[in-house]
């Protein structure tokens, strides 16, 4: 059974910075496009950031270009999701997910991602 562990989330006042992490032990992590992912309360889980396997390509949503960046550390096996500039519009419980490609951030492939982890809670308020 895969395991996609997320740590580093918690409360951080606006314009404040948080890094997320994802983590897998013996997964062999570096095999897979990683994505980042939130859902807010009442509202649909979103696509946030996503790096792939071959290349190390990244992908944002227009939400958070600018401001977030996804990285990853194969030898730790190990992505990162370093969030600057945050606003109450980022409060949500974030997930990091596994699959073949970057394609999981499309709406129409969110529902075939194979490995999600449990989510960390992030809230961003004053």
């Known amino acids: 059974q895969v395991q996609l562990v997320e740590s580093g989330g918690g409360l951080v006042q606006p314009g404040r910075s948080l890094r997320l992490s994802c983590a897998a032990p013996g997964f062999g992590l570096d095999y897979y496009a990683i994505g980042w992912f939130r859902q807010a309360p009442g509202k649909e889980r979103e696509g946030v950031a996503c790096i792939s396997d071959s290349d190390g390509s990244t992908y944002y949503a227009d939400s958070v270009k600018g401001r977030f960046t996804i990285s990853r550390d194969n030898a730790k096996e190990a992505v990162y999701l370093e969030m600057n500039s945050l606003t109450p519009e980022d409060t949500a419980v974030y997930y990091c997910?596994?699959?073949?490609?970057?394609?999981?951030?499309?709406?129409?492939?969110?529902?075939?991602?194979?490995?999600w982890g449990q989510g960390t809670q992030v809230t961003v308020s004053s």
């Open positions: 997910a596994a699959d073949s490609g970057c394609w999981i951030l499309r709406p129409e492939g969110r529902g075939l991602v194979k490995y």
